[in-house]
């Protein structure tokens, strides 16, 4: 498991370009038949991707470390969300099985001691990009289908920016900890994901970027509202961004990106918004 450690204001502004990836850029994230993890000491979320192929995986596999959280399983006192980006598949917890189709979603809670991921067709995997924050205490486990998600239709393409968000963990939807989850869509000729940028003092922010096609990217931008930075992301790539900085960004053509919220605050629009002024630079 990949350890990051917190970055303040100071010295991000002093950061080259290898060392804001190296601080805040999130890579291979889907590794066949095998889970990876990012613990980042911001808000402690833990940013993980399962791919199974050709057999079940347990979260566990090839990670010896949740001795630092002091625990003796992963979720002894952490929450999880995961959203399917792939092919059909199944996650197996405390041995229920929950059939996920592409773009489900699913909440599960502290406690659970045993957690697994197959798919149904190893030609056309499914791929579990996952979430996890520190919780006090057991919501129940939910399956979350796309279609039970909230859907706002925002924007317009006269703005670059007509997009839908599909809000699964999310307060009007389920009772949760901390963990808020949610994936936006960009449609053809679109490609501002969050225009007028904002922050939340409460809590930090994960964006997860794909469907960005073969030889396109985006430009994610972070930093202070006064002094911002851009980070470029490829294809299944992700980003931590601290309460202090604003998370936005642009592609050479529209994507997808999950969103992931961890914090003391679960309130949507507990935002303060900045106006495209002088101010924004």
Same mark, same amino acid.
């Given at each position: 498991m990949d350890i990051r450690y917190s970055t303040g204001k100071e010295?991000?502004?002093r950061m080259n370009t290898d060392e804001l990836r190296d601080e805040f850029l999130i890579q291979d994230i889907f590794r066949p038949d095998d889970v990876t993890a990012v613990y980042s000491h911001v808000d402690r979320i833990v940013t993980m991707g399962a791919m199974p192929v050709k057999e079940t995986i347990s979260i566990d596999k090839n990670i010896d470390c949740w001795k630092n959280f002091g625990v003796t399983?992963?979720?002894? @006192? @952490?929450?999880? !969300?995961a959203i399917n980006i792939g092919g059909k598949g199944k996650i197996i917890a405390d041995g229920t099985e929950y059939p996920m189709d592409h773009f489900d979603g699913i909440y599960?809670?502290?406690g659970t001691k045993e957690v697994k991921f197959a798919s149904d067709d190893s030609e056309n995997p499914a791929k579990f990009y996952m979430c996890t924050t520190p919780a006090h205490r057991p919501y129940p486990a939910k399956l979350i289908p796309l279609k039970d998600a909230i859907h706002k239709h925002l924007g317009s393409q006269t703005t670059s920016n007509e997009r839908t968000i599909n809000q699964y963990i999310h307060p009007d939807v389920l009772d949760t900890c901390q963990l808020s989850m949610g994936l936006t869509h960009l449609e053809p000729g679109s490609v501002w994901n969050t225009m007028p940028a904002h922050t939340h003092e @409460? @809590?930090?922010e994960v964006y997860f970027y794909f469907e960005i096609p073969e030889d396109n990217v985006v430009f994610h931008f972070m930093g202070e509202p006064s002094e911002t930075r851009h980070i470029i992301m490829h294809n299944e790539e992700a980003?931590?961004?601290p309460a202090w900085s604003i998370h936005s960004g642009c592609g050479t053509s529209n994507y997808t990106f999950i969103w992931?919220?961890? !914090?003391e605050n679960r309130a949507y629009d507990d935002q303060?918004?900045?106006?495209?002024?002088k101010d924004l630079r």
């Open positions: 010295p991000f502004k399983y992963l979720l002894e @006192r @952490r929450e999880l !969300g599960i809670p502290m @409460r @809590r930090m980003v931590i961004n992931a919220m961890a !914090g303060d918004v900045l106006k495209t002024d």
